[in-house]
C-alpha cells in the first residue's frame, strides 16, 4: 500500500505558476505509475499527467500539454507538477494517484492522495 499527501495548491493569477507536490511512502513507489487528476465539482475525475516508473514515458492531456510538466524523484518518493501558463479553466482539485497500470485511470489507480485545491484567478 502506497500513502500519498498532496502540497502545494493555492490561488494564482491567469498566467502564474504553482507547483503541487506528492510525498509517497511504501516501497512500491519507485515501480508504479504515479499521476495527477483533476476534478471540478459536478464533474468526473479526469487525468491530466502521467510518468511511468522509468520516467520515460510520460502523458499530458492536451489542454495542458506545453503548460504542466510531472517529475518524479524516486529517491525522495515524490512526484511533482509544475504548472506554468495557468488558466481559469484550470481551476479544479488536484489528486495525487499511483498504480501498477499504464496508462492510469480512475478505476485502475490503487491509491489517491487527499486532494490540493487550485484556483486561478482572471
Known amino acids: 500500500q502506497v500513502h500519498l499527501v498532496e502540497s502545494g495548491g493555492g490561488l494564482a493569477q491567469a498566467g502564474g505558476s504553482l507547483t503541487l507536490s506528492c510525498a509517497a511512502s511504501?516501497?512500491?513507489?519507485?515501480?508504479?505509475?504515479m499521476s495527477w487528476f483533476r476534478q471540478v465539482p459536478g464533474e468526473e475525475r479526469k487525468l491530466v499527467v502521467a510518468?511511468?516508473?522509468?520516467?520515460?514515458?510520460?502523458y499530458a492531456a492536451d489542454s495542458v500539454k506545453g503548460r504542466f510538466t510531472i517529475s518524479r524523484d524516486n529517491a525522495k518518493n515524490t512526484v511533482y507538477l509544475q504548472m506554468n501558463s495557468l488558466k481559469p479553466e484550470d481551476t479544479a482539485d488536484y489528486y495525487c494517484?499511483?498504480?501498477?497500470?499504464?496508462?492510469?485511470?480512475?478505476?485502475?489507480?490503487?491509491?489517491w492522495g487527499q486532494g490540493t485545491r487550485v484556483t486561478v484567478s482572471s
Open positions: 510518468i511511468h516508473w522509468s520516467g520515460d514515458i510520460i
Open positions: 511504501g516501497r512500491t513507489f519507485s515501480s508504479y505509475v
Open positions: 494517484a499511483t498504480g501498477p497500470r499504464w496508462p492510469p485511470t480512475v478505476n485502475n489507480a490503487v491509491s
